[in-house]
């Protein structure tokens, strides 16, 4: 049902021919994809092919906030950015919050495509109706903060919000991210999308409203949202006031904080180097999204050495896990530097770590030297080294330039057996748990459209012991991983990465509410109709319609699965000690998975009675099915 | 005569009891000393006691626009910042561009007085007529591009414009500056004034208009100003587009670009590593004044190595001279990445690179070896070793613990001689010009009332033959250098360092007329008149009380000198070979300085007849004068 009042705009950026055209958005696309991710997807799937190398011109980029962002809804600042990911092959997107999400719709859209190739370096700058092209020739090669800073400046507006890449996207690592402020759209290799477009940055600035179709509507639903965020016990309470910053403690407790390349996970738990204490002395404030009244973005300024001074925002868990447990830096303070220069940089901090920590590993094994690191002594704990290489990997110098097209490729170059110690599902390195000892969580990588993306499909029941309609379960069985995998995926997808909403909410509060809440809170603004089911199918049509595009892509039953060590080394020490996800294990899950989503089990792909359900027959035609 | 129209205004901040007040600027201050640094030093005099301790809670910080500053006038975003300096122990008065003097002045101040010491970190935020002591626990520590988003973070403001200091402020670094965005206010250690105050930070925005007095006065005015900046060959033409940057070639060519420690004047001549072709191709833009048609700060981007990417608005001359030169080091990019780093850290880019050029003719003659630098190899020429120095005296770590005080305190720790190695006068490190070459600039360093300081008395006829009612010079000879800097020391007082105006307009177009547009200017916009030779006087007036005030902190006629090495060794090479300034020579210069001066030529001292003619016969009574 529609009660009317929704107006959704697209602006379609064309690069090459330097034009801008703004578009109404379909009423049914609004209704079946939500926003955010959803839109990007549909965008994706329905407008580049998907066998297209991911740096040709024709490959797309969609910034999409969505519905919720710049409504008075809190912790709803947040985008999608979608397109062909260079580092995986397979759909890309990747979040962000910030500010920049809710200036777009300010600006009077709910989606930027961003198509074609400029010649030069370009930036976009976007002023409410107002579309121009003009040169980043001044800001090409400088690091996001001064590129920021100097657009903002040539623009003479301070009030701008703009994402931008660093010399890593320039430079097309195929780990760069996508900065705004301080703050990464950070996974897939996005950046480098912008960079292959010449396209250094979109800088906006909006002054409009967002109409909110059902005020009363919208108002008792918001009623509902903000008042379960103040009654939940760890929100603003705890959340608020650590962030995801003592996740290595956590993780640790569980015995799934990954170290060394994951070798040490167990072993090496820098409870001491990471923990409360130290994360306290660094912490100077905290920063908020907009319209977020709890500001988890724990401010942290280096204290000792060299790093001294050095500010970041974070390091967030999965930063801590990468340029530290898997690095085997304990340094805290090396941590934060490390972060911040991969802001600076435009590095994704999880894929760029964990590359490093895979090229340690190699060099700890012999399996290269200092001849082929450059004469740097790549061992684990050795943070000068990452800081160095940190560097390499942006502006593709000596070992970097190998290291920084991820792990996969690089271990295609080193060869010399170096692909038994790469981290990583469809080529996207491992965040920052030991999915040996969370049966789930490792399921959801092998089945993610992103490949291991840990945000896709978060196994809360396991790594949080979150309550769900799903139940109790076990994190180290393989039992009911299929049924809570798709659960995961599919609420993720409508609640979180569509409407858009901070994921922390539904982790911390929202979960055995967030359909519901999504329904009403989408009738309230849009005046789209949903029942709790309608908002979770929502999340269906999202994943299949990206299982279908990496289908088209070429990825198989086969791809989904996880890295060799994973499968077949078990954890060696602490409360974990002796999982591993043998293949008859994953394909058991799989299986299930398979099932659950109505799929060929044989295949693992989509059905054609699956995609007409979903209102997708369109796809199952594309792909030819029966 | 005074027309009536003017309304100064004056805020006076008091740190240790957190209160402030609006006070009226008195129209005889106003009439006898302009503004900027003509008030910054009247009120350093009258409030100050000179033999204080720089440090102590009674020093005062004065930051005073211009009456100028905020009208349409081109390039008068200027302010002064004045107290007593703790790198020499006489007036400190530093001057900076950008856009926080006009903020100042859109507040509604002609001038803010920093008074006491907060007892914690402490930022203060001005927002027009309202004044807020805020906790600077956040932002201490935090180098100084950061800390200003930070605390433009948390007053939810990006158009605020602040002064701040960086870590080399907070740990009372002697050679310490003032940062505002990317400018600096930059030498004698005021950025330690505000370290020693517990001040991080003043913020400000304001939203008021300036008033002009006479508006037609003001339009006609301001009509000769424009048109002669236009009718200039050089300003918009050359100047404009290349900046100071280039005055390393000029110098060259004129054998006064003074090198390793002012060793290899003549010999160590950049041209190929700072010449044309290499700045061209690192300059990515330009920065502009608030009000600001010219632009001369160029922006650039080092291109190479490690330093890739680095930004900085420079280097000026004066920081190509003392990171490049003067340390021997020819990497333009490491010149930048340096500059950069000292505006991070709040380093003074002149006494800072002075400081390490001393320290490697130390090492290099072997008065100090790598015991004495904590290991670094500290040869003229190595980038490295000056980058970690840089960051050790802002940290007062190591070696850089010793520098960080200046040359003149670095030379009394270390011995051994070391003194005859120290260029400085009065404490303060020579700028960019071998004066064994410029005898008028000599003499003006001999003299300055803040020591070896090229603004307040540039020798505009030696170093740019700049057409001037003094008639032709001789650079080498030290004929009529007493007349010569007598005039540039007045006129840059009295027409740049109070109205305030951009002294590269003196230097490039107004020289000959500067007297006269600025009496027009201060009539239209003040309704105060002036002959010209009123304004000169004002210039009078300043350099006197100013050194009135050295006399009483205890300098004599025997500090009026110049480096031993200068006075004793010949220029080695270049189209000054064999140049230097004799005690004979300085001597014969000195003399005639203070007969011009109407001063005691025995002591070197202001007379009563002189005082009381320029109205200042409490000073007279003050220094007990017959």
């Known amino acids: 049902m529609y009660k009317g009042g929704y107006t959704g705009k697209i602006l379609r950026i064309n ?242 904080y990954p170290a060394k390349n994951f070798t040490a996970t167990g072993e090496f738990t820098p409870m001491e180097e990471f923990g409360v204490d130290v994360q306290k002395e660094r912490t100077i404030g905290r920063e908020y999204c907009y319209g977020c009244p709890v500001g988890c973005s724990q401010l942290k300024m280096a204290k000792t050495g060299v790093y001294a001074g050095t500010m970041t925002e974070g390091p967030e868990y999965e930063t801590t896990f990468s ?93 010399k057996g170096s692909e038994d110690y790469a981290i990583h599902v469809k080529g996207l390195e491992l965040p920052g748990y030991d999915v040996r000892g969370s049966k789930a969580q490792g399921l959801n990588y092998a089945t993610s459209y992103t490949g291991a993306d840990h945000n896709r499909g978060y196994a809360i029941q396991e790594i949080k012991a979150m309550e769900v309609p799903i139940g109790d379960v076990d994190r180290l069985s393989i039992e009911r991983k299929g049924e809570l995998t798709v659960w995961n995926q599919d609420v993720r997808a409508a609640t979180c990465d569509s409407p858009t909403m901070c994921a922390f909410l539904l982790d911390i509060v929202m979960a055995p509410t967030a359909t519901q809440n999504t329904a009403d809170l989408m009738e309230g603004v849009t005046g789209l109709t949903y029942t709790p089911e309608e908002v979770q199918q929502v999340g269906e049509r999202i994943n299949n319609l990206a299982k279908a595009f990496n289908m088209k892509a070429g990825f198989t039953r086969a791809d989904d699965t996880l890295p060799k060590r994973l499968m077949t080394e078990p954890i060696k020490a602490g409360v974990a000690k002796g999982q591993k996800v043998s293949q008859e294990d994953l394909d058991y899950m799989l299986n299930e998975y398979y099932r659950i989503r109505g799929w060929d089990e044989k295949t693992g792909t989509p059905t054609r009675e699956k995609l007409t359900e979903l209102g997708l027959e369109y796809v199952a035609d594309d792909l030819g099915l029966k």
């Not at 092919?49 to 969609?62: E, G, H, Q, V």
């Not at 447990?325 to 901090?349: H, K, M, P």
């Not at 200092?370 to 800081?387: H, P, Q, R, S």
């Open 15 to 256: 690069l090459t021919d330097q034009t801008s055209k703004k578009e109404d958005l379909s009423l049914e696309t609004a209704k079946d994809f939500i926003g955010g991710a959803g839109f990007g997807i549909k965008y994706l799937y329905d407008e580049v092919k998907a066998d297209i190398d991911p740096f040709d011109s024709d490959n797309k980029l969609i910034f999409a906030p969505g519905p919720f962002s710049g409504t008075s809804v809190p912790c709803a600042s947040r985008m999608s950015v979608t397109g062909k990911s260079p580092l995986t092959g397979t759909v890309g997107m990747a979040l962000s919050g910030g500010h920049f999400p809710v200036e777009m719709k300010f600006a009077g859209y709910d989606a930027l495509i961003v198509e074609g190739k400029a010649e030069e370096p370009t930036y976009v700058w976007i002023k409410n109706g107002d579309v121009k092209f003009r040169s980043a020739k001044k800001a090409w090669g400088l690091k996001t903060t001064d590129a920021q800073q100097v657009i903002k400046n040539e623009l003479k507006d301070q009030n701008i919000r703009m994402v931008c890449i660093g010399p890593a996207g320039e430079n097309l690592s195929k780990v760069a991210c996508i900065i705004n402020e301080m703050r990464a759209a950070g996974r897939k290799g996005l950046g480098a999308v912008m960079g292959a477009k010449n396209l250094k940055a979109v800088a906006v600035r909006g002054t409009g409203k967002i109409a909110i179709a059902d005020k009363e509507k919208f108002k008792v639903a918001k009623g509902v949202f903000t008042k379960a965020m103040k009654d939940s016990p760890g929100l603003y309470k705890k959340f608020a006031h650590v962030g995801t910053g003592l996740g290595a403690l956590s993780m640790s407790s569980k015995g799934i």
């Open 323 to 415: 340029l530290g447990g898997q690095t085997g830096v304990s340094n805290y303070d090396a941590v934060i530097a490390a972060d911040r220069l991969c802001d600076e940089l435009g590095l994704d901090t999880v894929s760029a770590g964990v590359a490093i920590g895979f090229g340690m590993e190699l060099f700890e094994k012999g399996i290269i030297s200092k001849e082929d690191t450059g004469g740097i002594d790549l061992k684990f704990g050795n943070d000068e080294a990452m800081m160095i290489l940190l560097r390499q990997m942006a502006y593709r110098e000596g070992f970097g330039d190998i290291l920084t097209d991820g792990v996969k490729v690089a271990a295609e170059k080193i060869g």
